[in-house]
């Protein structure tokens, strides 16, 4: 039995998820999908498991790889100042998303 097959959530992140089977969640193949859950929702305890258990580093790893995407601009700006990300690369992610993925026609119809 791999270490990963073995590692499963914690009870107290089950009311997170109760949209999905709980017991096939992994913390490692499901990293994405259960920080973002727990940034948006979760409450203290499920903070400091996650903390506890990706550590700070490899949270902010991941927090820059996907530019704060899926994340509220308030809980954005809080895990970038919890991990030392600056102010103005929040900002720019921020109007990131706001930008046009096309430029405007320069030709009117």
């Given at each position: 039995m791999t270490m990963e097959t073995r590692t499963r959530l914690p009870e107290l992140l089950r009311p997170l998820f109760w949209d999905v089977a709980f017991q096939t969640l992994s913390p490692e193949r499901h990293q994405g999908f259960i920080c973002?859950?727990?940034i948006e929702h979760g409450d203290l305890d499920a903070l400091r498991w996650m903390v506890g258990y990706y550590g700070k580093p490899r949270l902010?790893?991941?927090l820059i790889?996907?530019?704060g995407r899926g994340i509220s601009p308030r809980a954005l700006y809080f895990w970038a100042a919890v991990l030392?990300?600056?102010q103005r690369t929040v900002k720019r992610w921020l109007r990131e998303r706001t930008?046009?993925?096309w430029p405007p026609s320069s030709t009117s119809r």
């Amino acid at each position: 039995m791999t270490m990963e097959t073995r590692t499963r959530l914690p009870e107290l992140l089950r009311p997170l998820f109760w949209d999905v089977a709980f017991q096939t969640l992994s913390p490692e193949r499901h990293q994405g999908f259960i920080c973002l859950r727990i940034i948006e929702h979760g409450d203290l305890d499920a903070l400091r498991w996650m903390v506890g258990y990706y550590g700070k580093p490899r949270l902010r790893e991941w927090l820059i790889a996907r530019r704060g995407r899926g994340i509220s601009p308030r809980a954005l700006y809080f895990w970038a100042a919890v991990l030392d990300i600056p102010q103005r690369t929040v900002k720019r992610w921020l109007r990131e998303r706001t930008e046009p993925l096309w430029p405007p026609s320069s030709t009117s119809r």
